[in-house]
T-cell receptor, first 117, second 116 residues
Framework: DTEVTQTPKHLVMGMTNKKSLKCEQH?????MYWYKQKAKKPPELMFV???????INESVPSRFSPECPNSSLLNLHLHALQPEDSALYLC????????????????FGPGTRLTVL | AQTVTQSQPEMSVQEAETVTLSCTYD???????LFWYKQPPSRQMILVIR??????QNATENRFSVNFQKAAKSFSLKISDSQLGDTAMYFC?????????????FGKGTKLSVKP
């Protein structure tokens, strides 16, 4: 099973709202990722968690705050977003192993379509 | 730095025919992995096929196969017996072996339309 789930599917929020995106996987993966994807563009990496610790933050504004409560869950807390933050937010997970022959293939969730008014 | 280039922004194919999507990459690494991901209008990014650079044999998954030319740094995807459900954006991606997590570099994508 290579299933990553994300909720909600769609989210509309105002610039003063606080909301959260949720991602869950039950594949025993130890690395989880947040990507932002604009229309007709490839995904852009935002954050990487490895063994529940933040390992990569790609200079993302502080209005995006990731959280990894346990190895199966990944949240993205949103506050004071701008209209340009409207996008598809994708979560992915991978085994998290970095051995000499490790592929560490990433498996993606269905995404949350975020609209900021 | 590695780069991935997909030179065909859009392609179309008739149902049941064969189509090939192009991907080239630039790297100084010798050990790496290449992927094709499919993203249909439903938005989910789905892994189609992956290739380990150390393997000479081209990867195959049912109707999907790759032509991996390591010396030419080329990694094309062939879809045989195209189906309407193959309509999607296809992204080619590169990952360095043993690199840090998140080191997945995408091309800009090719939008494939399968026509009945």
């Amino acid at each position: 099973d290579t299933e990553v789930t994300q909720t909600p599917k769609h989210l509309v929020m105002g610039m003063t709202n606080k909301k959260s995106l949720k991602c869950e996987q039950h594949m025993g993966h130890r690395a989880m990722y947040w990507y932002k994807q604009k229309a007709k563009k490839p995904p852009e990496l935002m954050f990487v968690y490895s063994y529940e610790k933040l390992s990569i933050n790609e200079s993302v504004p502080s209005r995006f705050s990731p959280e990894c409560p346990n190895s199966s869950l990944l949240n993205l807390h949103l506050h004071a977003l701008q209209p340009e933050d409207s996008a598809l937010y994708l979560c992915a997970s991978s085994q998290g192993t970095l051995g000499a022959r490790s592929t560490d293939t990433q498996y993606f969730g269905p995404g949350t379509r975020l609209t900021v008014l | 730095a590695q780069t991935v280039t997909q030179s065909q922004p859009e392609m179309s194919v008739q149902e049941a025919e064969t189509v090939t999507l192009s991907c080239t990459y630039d790297t100084s690494e010798n050990n790496y992995y290449l992927f094709w991901y499919k993203q249909p209008p439903s938005r989910q990014m789905i892994l189609v096929i992956r290739q380990e650079a150390y393997k000479q044999q081209n990867a195959t998954e049912n109707r999907f196969s790759v032509n991996f030319q390591k010396a030419a740094k080329s990694f094309s995807l062939k879809i045989s017996d195209s189906q309407l459900g193959d309509t999607a954006m296809y992204f080619c991606a590169f990952m360095k072996q043993g690199g840090s997590q998140g080191n997945l570099i995408f091309g800009k994508g090719t939008k494939l339309s399968v026509k009945p």
